[in-house]
């Protein structure tokens, strides 16, 4: 049966298929689809992971139990993980393991662009990259394969455009291998001093064995074209090379980029007369094009960031640039902004007010750093806002607070607060609990009572987690209360020693939350102040400068009516 289907759909379907009975994940763009799809498989059990680390973790324990286990993450999740996958390359498996890591090329929703073939190379572990949805579904099944067969974790790589396009993949029925039976072995597992100097050697006889593998594996494979030029590529770089060569080009396509084949690339550079490397990001299959003694071009002409486009393969080339129609006029930008009657705006509003410093974290609350509000001054990682500021603080840096939302303090954010609470810094972290994993689509989370299948299941109580912590001050308020937001945080910054504030209203855009009648403006008390302007609604504007409000958008939270002082906003059934 042949179906349409993304990248990480059709990844979820391969593993589903290939008899995957165990999957553990914490959402991030553009990986989050994949466990998403996996739960809709009853015959795998999935969740949502507090963090990557503890997801890879619980992976490795259903590996050792003797199934088939997956973990999915994007790029800058695979850093939380990699102090397990470093050492289980060392351990190796019993069933199959399969980690799944999505990169951000352009940083469409990322902190930063990272190559995670990095990775692969220092722990020493298979990577799989696919180039298409049909690759992700295949090259899922066939990675379980791997991993059994050379006792290994196996990495697959993915990019925002392979996750999120779509191809027709044709899916088959499920066939889950026997479990295997776990076997007691210290020596294996035990990784103390002793047992991982014996185990070390044995991952460069994988590798040896893994470059081997790479010679001839279906993986990899070469599409003859003209013997003017050739050219090796991988994942979605490989679709612009088509795309802008055709047939103009014979192509080195690289579906195994860790380890790379030796023999195979200098056997097709020996049938070309010019040689090129097209891969987003860093250059890593052409320093190992150089290191085999070729002479080789790539980053001498293709950028080491962004995503590349099929255009600029061809510009770059010297192709004919592709066919479309141009749009005729430049597209307005649309800037990302919180959406309307969002419970994050009242709170950076007061904090924007009260002119604190504020260390913000990974999140839709990050758009609080945008103008009008510019209400942040640093954004890092998952959990840096209330660790860096403990850092701040004990430093003198003065009036202060962190935001982190429930997702991410969950994640990392909690183990920052417990440094503030046991080394006893004057900290005020607000939490922003709007009850969901807002940014990556509304997946639950450990503080929700809910689980990836939307059941009911354990939840975490935040101001009993906090006072458990150690924290005394804690304060919950409401964020489209200013003067009680102002109130609480004017005291807790002022008070000394830690505090934490639990900034608590369900997302706007939750099926639940029904939204309140809408405001008007009336135009005759209006005195065009733009007041209400300050907290960066979108529903409303100025037309003739006189304040809008536009009723579709509008969810009646009443935090602009706070700001107007001649009483010209109001809900339409008053």
């Not at 180039?131 to 899922?140: I, K, L, P, R, V």
């Not at 509000?373 to 890092?380: E, G, K, Q, R, Y």
């Not at 308020?477 to 504030?501: F, R």
């Not at 504007?541 to 536009?550: F, G, L, T």
């Amino acid at each position: 049966m042949k179906k349409l289907l993304l990248g990480n759909e059709a990844l979820a379907r391969g593993l589903y298929e290939a008899g995957c009975s165990f999957a553990s994940s914490y959402p991030g763009t553009p990986s989050t689809e994949i466990t998403e799809s996996i739960a809709q498989y009853g015959e795998i059990y999935s969740e949502w992971a507090p963090n990557e680390k503890v997801a890879v973790e619980a992976a490795f324990g259903a590996s050792l139990a003797g199934k088939r286990s997956f973990a999915g993450m994007k790029h800058v999740g695979l850093n939380v993980a990699a102090d397990p996958l470093f050492t289980l390359s060392y351990t190796g498996v019993n069933a199959g393991l399969v980690i799944a890591v999505a990169d951000d090329p352009g940083m469409h929703s990322s902190q930063n662009e990272q190559d995670s073939r990095h990775y692969a190379i220092a722990a020493k572990l298979p990577m799989l990259e696919p180039a298409d949805s049909g690759e992700c579904y295949e090259f899922a099944k066939y990675a379980y394969e791997l991993s059994e067969k050379y006792d290994t974790p196996v990495l697959l790589r993915l990019c925002t455009r392979i996750s999120h396009s779509q191809s027709v993949v044709e899916v088959s029925e499920r066939t889950a291998p026997p479990e295997q039976p776990y076997v007691k072995n210290a020596a294996k597992y035990v990784m103390m001093p002793g047992n991982a100097k014996v185990r070390r050697p044995m991952v460069d006889e994988r590798t040896r064995e893994l470059t081997a593998l790479a010679e001839g594996t279906f993986l990899n494979r070469v599409e003859e074209g003209s013997g003017e030029l050739g050219v090796i590529t991988s994942g979605t770089a490989y679709q612009y090379v088509k795309e802008a060569l055709g047939e103009a080009a014979s192509v080195l396509k690289l579906g195994l980029v860790n380890p790379l084949p030796e023999k195979l690339i200098r056997d097709f550079a020996a049938g070309v007369k010019k040689l090129i490397v097209v891969e987003e990001l860093d250059g890593i299959i052409e320093d190992h094009c150089r290191k085999l003694g070729l002479e080789v071009t790539g980053k001498e002409i293709f950028p080491p960031f962004d995503e590349f486009s099929q255009n600029l393969v061809a510009a770059k080339l010297g192709a004919p640039k592709q066919s479309g129609a141009a749009v005729e006029e430049a597209i307005p930008s649309r800037p990302p902004v919180m959406c309307a009657g969002c419970p994050h705006r009242g709170i950076f509003y007061v904090l924007s007010k009260l002119k604190l410093t504020v260390l913000g974290d990974i999140g839709c609350y990050t758009l609080g750093a945008a103008a009008p509000l510019s209400a942040m001054d640093t954004t890092i990682c998952m959990g840096a806002s209330v660790s860096g500021l403990h850092g701040w603080n004990c430093a003198g840096g003065g009036d202060s607070v962190a935001v982190i939302g429930d997702s991410t303090f969950m994640h990392t954010g909690v183990n920052g607060l417990i440094n503030i609470a046991y080394n006893g810094s004057n900290s005020t972290v607000i939490i922003l609990d709007n009850s969901i994993t807002g940014m990556t689509g509304h997946q639950d989370n450990p503080t929700t009572g809910y689980n990836i299948k939307g059941d009911p299941s354990g939840k975490i109580d935040l101001e009993a987690l906090c006072r458990a912590i150690g924290i005394e001050r804690i304060a919950v308020v409401d964020p489209y209360d200013l003067g009680q937001c102002e109130k609480a945080i004017t005291e807790e910054v002022a008070a000394p020693g830690p505090s934490v504030i639990i900034a608590r209203r369900p997302c706007a855009l939750l099926k639940y939350v029904k939204a309140a009648e809408p405001f008007i403006a009336a135009q005759d008390k209006c005195a065009g102040c733009s007041a209400c302007m300050r907290i960066g609604c979108p529903a409303i504007s100025m037309r003739d400068k006189k304040a809008a409000i536009d009723p579709t958008l509008c969810v009646g939270c009443g935090v602009c009516a706070q700001l107007c002082k001649f009483e010209a906003l109001r809900q339409q059934a008053n």
